[in-house]
């Protein structure tokens, strides 16, 4: 993103919704307000249909590689006059969340919609959903932050006197980077080495 090689994003997904409706998926750059949506219509209601909707890579802003907000995905099922521009094929300042919905979904009784199996990709094709245990799912994030308490324990190690000691903590998977430290308890941290 960013660059004129931006690629493409495809969304897929299954949804089920009582009422043959149109719906919008809009995409929101997470820092700059831009959009980009696309309309899906329901064929047949009561009836898990699978949805591909590709978006064309933003090639005037890049995402940020960092702990800020990069995408917004939204779903919309109803939209007011403020947000119910577009739908905008292309990424644009204008709000298109709503992107044109005609909102006969929210006016019908006991309306509903259902949605599974949602996957965001780089690219224009959709691959079949990744199933991951939870297991696999806990060690990818693991990767990422990790809390030492409960039944987990940092092992006493050692230490000088009897105001220092000497504390390692096993990680359950490699992290991603080197990781930070964050103190919970009551005691100071002076020198922290991973």
């Known amino acids: 993103y960013g660059t004129s090689s931006a ?99 929210i006016g019908t009784t006991n309306a509903t919609v259902q949605i599974t199996g949602v996957q965001l990709e780089v690219g224009d094709t959709a691959t079949p959903f990744e199933h991951r245990s939870y297991g696999d799912e806990l060690a990818r994030c693991q990767r990422y932050y990790y809390r030492v308490g409960g039944t987990d324990r940092a092992f006493f190690t050692g230490g000088s006197n009897a105001s220092q000691g000497y504390f390692s903590v096993p990680f359950p998977v490699a992290m991603r980077t080197s990781p930070t430290f964050s103190n919970g308890g009551g005691f100071t941290v002076n020198n922290f080495s991973a």
């Open 7 to 105: 690629e493409n994003l495809t969304v897929s997904f299954w949804v089920k919704s009582s009422t043959t409706d149109t719906f919008v998926i809009t995409l929101e750059h997470g820092e700059t307000n831009l959009y980009i949506s696309k309309q899906f219509t329901i064929g047949s209601a009561n009836t898990w249909e699978y949805k591909t909707l590709t978006f064309v890579g933003d090639t005037s802003l890049a995402l940020n590689n960092d702990n800020g907000i990069g995408l917004h995905f939204y779903l919309m099922l109803a939209a007011g006059s403020s947000y119910n521009t577009g739908p905008s094929s292309t990424w644009t300042t204008v709000s298109a969340l709503g992107g044109g919905i005609d909102n006969t979904w």
